[in-house]
């Protein structure tokens, strides 16, 4: 079964750090690029961050720009997201998902969430 | 790329055609997605390319459009159909997605 488990979520204060795991299983993880989507609390959904399959080529919303590293570990079949220097307006819950080439890197498949909630 | 989609909500009744509309602030080709998504769930991707249906949804529900005024139809509402739908588009980073659109029940 094609399955995303992603972890790491939790209650952090103002500036403080997570990192945020996604499991991939059931697909050879190193074939697709993977993207991080964020929802904030009854919002709409807003792509945070993008890495191409082989990790070279990464992509970052404006918001997150400087604070937010994305990265996979191929071996492990996990995508990472490395969040430092948090604000409240970071609290959602983050997906992770795959862009598959073949529904013109649609994101097909998606992990279940993980809650980030920033307060003091 | 900013996407605005209507109406915000949709109120029909199970058995009637939905039509949801999106439109991008500048063109972006036919690179649109559409999602669904349900409360506590993650969202499911059903069109992409504008018109093309992902594995497993039901032809009930289809995609139009290019440049910058896309439509999702669902042709016939079943009771599963009710969630909030969202277009999305790949042609520039950062990939953007609309605001919305509720479809609930009358």
């Known amino acids: 079964e094609v399955q995303l488990l992603d972890s790491g979520g939790g209650l952090v204060q103002p500036g403080g750090s997570l990192r945020l795991s996604c499991i991939a299983s059931?697909?050879?993880?190193?074939?697709?690029?993977m993207i991080w989507v964020r929802q904030a609390p009854g919002k709409g959904l807003e792509c945070v961050s993008s890495?191409?399959?082989?990790?070279?080529?990464?992509y970052y919303a404006d918001s997150v720009k400087g604070r937010f590293t994305i990265s996979r570990d191929n071996s492990k079949n996990t995508l990472y997201l490395q969040m430092n220097s948090l604000r409240a307006e970071d609290t959602a819950v983050y997906y992770c998902?795959?862009?598959?080439?073949?529904?013109?890197?649609?994101?097909?498949?998606w992990g279940q969430g993980t809650t980030v909630t920033v307060s003091s | 790329i900013v996407l605005t989609q209507s109406p915000a909500t949709l109120s029909l009744s199970p058995g009637e055609r939905a039509t949801l509309s999106c439109r991008a602030s500048?063109?972006?080709?036919?690179?649109l997605a559409w999602y669904q998504q349900k409360p506590g769930q993650a969202p499911r991707l059903l069109i992409y390319?504008?018109?093309n249906r992902a594995t497993g949804i039901p032809a009930r529900f289809s995609g139009s459009g290019s440049g910058t005024d896309f439509t999702l139809t669902i042709s016939s509402l079943q009771p599963e159909d009710f969630a909030v739908y969202y277009c999305?588009?790949?042609?520039?980073?950062?990939?953007?997605f609309g605001g919305g659109t509720k479809v609930e029940i009358k």
């Open positions: 059931g697909f050879t993880f190193n074939n697709y690029a």
């Open positions: 390319d504008a018109s």
């Open positions: 998902a795959k862009r598959d080439p073949t529904t013109a890197y649609g994101m097909d498949v």
């Open positions: 890495i191409s399959s082989g990790g070279t080529g990464t």
């Open positions: 500048q063109s972006v080709g036919s690179n």
């Open positions: 999305q588009q790949r042609t520039n980073w950062p990939l953007t």
